[in-house]
């Protein structure tokens, strides 16, 4: 019988260790702010092996504890900066939970100039205006507020000279394009290889209204004909010149050429 209590009690001693409460740790300097990365947490708590992780609205960011007699210090490891806003610092020891809510802010503010544009392909033709976004964002992917706000949003018109641009000098992905309108006018002129019997004929420069070379790969038409016959001929421009080579067959021509609706003057072909 005796026995028989001795093991009881025991057991109940087993299950009482097992369950032992564990307070909740003090939060010695206590703020509503948590200024990342070189915050240090300051805890008082008489109990070991606590663990701590940041439960951020984007990733669990985990922690250094440090043990000293009267508790415990927590450190931010391995991070230099975190994503900015509403979290909870989640402490536990065994099964027992405690949270503490906190807004994470970080100390350094280095920053980087986004800029925008839509549409990224404008054409004197249609028109130059660009719609401009611009914001600032650190390396932890932080919008930073610029005069009281976090975007600047204006509508700009653009140079009409052709080229690729960049709205940041440094940034590749930042380029836009201004593209080379239509051409206005077309000049034509030939010359004649005796030896070959064969005309060269050449249209070109041809230029938009803004002097702008007209894009390579625009077709040009070249349109000829004799007493009895018409003829057309296609190719595409290069360096805003275009070139067709007419056998003379011994005729005279008649030529003009044409892009769109544009048209240049007639010229005569004569051997």
């Not at 790969?217 to 290069?238: K, P, Q, W």
């Amino acid at each position: 019988m005796r026995k028989l209590l001795l093991h009881i009690i025991l057991l109940f001693s087993l299950a009482a260790c097992k369950n032992k409460t564990v307070e909740k740790p003090v939060w010695l300097n206590e703020s509503a702010t948590v200024q990342m990365p070189d915050a240090l947490l300051q805890f008082s708590s008489t109990d070991k092996n606590w663990k701590a992780t940041l439960q951020s609205f984007t990733q669990p960011i985990p922690l250094q504890l440090n043990y000293h007699d009267s508790g415990f210090i927590i450190q931010l490891l391995n991070y230099e900066g975190v994503t900015e806003g509403k979290a909870q610092l989640i402490l536990n020891n065994g099964k027992q939970y405690f949270y503490y809510d906190v807004l994470l802010v970080n100390e350094k503010k280095s920053s980087t100039k986004k800029d925008y544009r839509s549409p990224k392909t404008v054409n004197p033709d249609s028109s130059l205006q660009q719609q401009r976004i611009l914001h600032q964002i650190d390396a932890n992917r932080n919008i930073l507020s610029i005069s009281n706000n976090y975007f600047s949003e204006e509508e700009i018109t653009l140079s009409p000279k052709a080229g690729t641009f960049r709205a940041i000098a440094d940034e590749p992905l930042s380029s836009y394009y201004v593209l080379a309108g239509s051409c206005v006018n077309i000049n034509v002129k030939s010359t004649y290889n005796k030896e070959k019997e064969i005309f060269t004929v050449t249209a070109g420069p041809l230029k938009d209204k803004y002097n702008n070379t007209v894009a390579d790969g625009t077709l040009v038409a070249f349109i000829y004909n004799d007493e009895e016959h018409s003829y057309r001929m296609e190719t595409a421009l290069l360096d805003g010149v275009a070139t067709v080579f007419i056998p003379s067959a011994n005729k005279k021509y008649s030529l003009y050429a044409k892009v769109n609706e544009t048209i240049s003057n007639t010229i005569s072909l004569t051997p």
